[in-house]
């Protein structure tokens, strides 16, 4: 997923569509059941972290992000993300799983990928 997302953003900059930036907001009227999913999954990053810490359990942290990852994937399939009237949003749905995966890796110490070779 974290690679996927980096390739979505890759494709974007070779199209010219400019890549939004986080402001800590996101907004959206219309919304799929997977882009509703995977966004009310990222917001529970800090409870996750503090269960985590607060249980010495560092596998509820790779349990989470096994289950970001299985929901980016579903949103994937679902959701066409550069060239549609929602872009933006989706755009902005990618920035913020990749930046809670980052967190999480950071946290676990595990380094990032940026390109799976073939």
């Not at 882009?35 to 359990?57: G, N, Q």
């Not at 679902?78 to 989706?90: A, M, S, T, Y």
């Amino acid at each position: 997923a974290f690679v996927r997302i980096r390739a979505i953003k890759r494709k974007a900059l070779e199209l010219n569509i400019p890549i939004p930036e986080l402001n800590g907001e996101f907004q959206s009227d219309i919304m799929t059941p997977e882009e509703l999913k995977l966004a009310k999954l990222l917001l529970l990053l800090p409870d996750v972290i503090l269960d985590a810490e607060r249980t010495l359990e560092p596998s509820l942290l790779t349990r989470y992000i096994y289950i970001i990852c299985q929901r980016f994937n579903s949103f994937y399939q679902v959701c066409k993300v550069l060239n549609d009237p929602n872009q933006e949003d989706r755009l902005k749905l990618c920035l913020a799983t990749e930046f809670v995966m980052k967190k999480i890796m950071k946290i676990l110490n595990i380094q990032f990928v940026e390109k799976i070779s073939r």
